[in-house]
Nanobody, 125 residues
Framework: DVQLQASGGGLVQAGGSLRLSCGASGFTFDDYAIGWFRQVPGIGREGVSCSRSSDGTSYYADSVKGRFTISRDDAKNTVYLIMKSLKPEDTAVYYC??????????????????WGQGTLVTVSS
């Protein structure tokens, strides 16, 4: 079974940092693009970042460019989202997802095939 598990969320003050991890099992990890999304209750999921193994490129939403960095360790089947200079508006449940076909629109949730449980990030002002 394909499994993804996001972890590393928590409570942090504005301006602080967190590192989220997405652990995966059940598939050939380095063949897949891995994306991070976030969701606030009542609002749709926002694509935050994506690591495309096919060409080594990364995607970032405008709202996080310059503050978030995605990295992957294929040997550990893990993708990280390093979040710095956090703002209260970054508060959300963060999810990781895997795409079999490298997404043309990496911020679009329907391009992803598998989803993990989310991890809550709360940024206090």
């Amino acid at each position: 079974d394909v499994q993804l598990q996001a972890s590393g969320g928590g409570l942090v003050q504005a301006g602080g940092s967190l590192r989220l991890s997405c652990g995966a099992s059940g598939f050939t990890f380095d063949d897949y693009a891995i994306g991070w999304f976030r969701q606030v209750p009542g609002i749709g999921r926002e694509g935050v970042s994506c690591s495309r193994s096919s060409d080594g490129t990364s995607y970032y939403a405008d709202s996080v460019k310059g503050r978030f960095t995605i990295s992957r360790d294929d040997a550990k089947n893990t993708v990280y989202l390093i979040m710095k200079s956090l703002k209260p508006e970054d508060t959300a449940v963060y999810y990781c997802a895997a795409a079999v076909v490298p997404p043309r629109n990496p911020g679009y949730e329907y391009e992803y095939d598998y989803w993990g449980q989310g991890t809550l990030v709360t940024v206090s002002s």
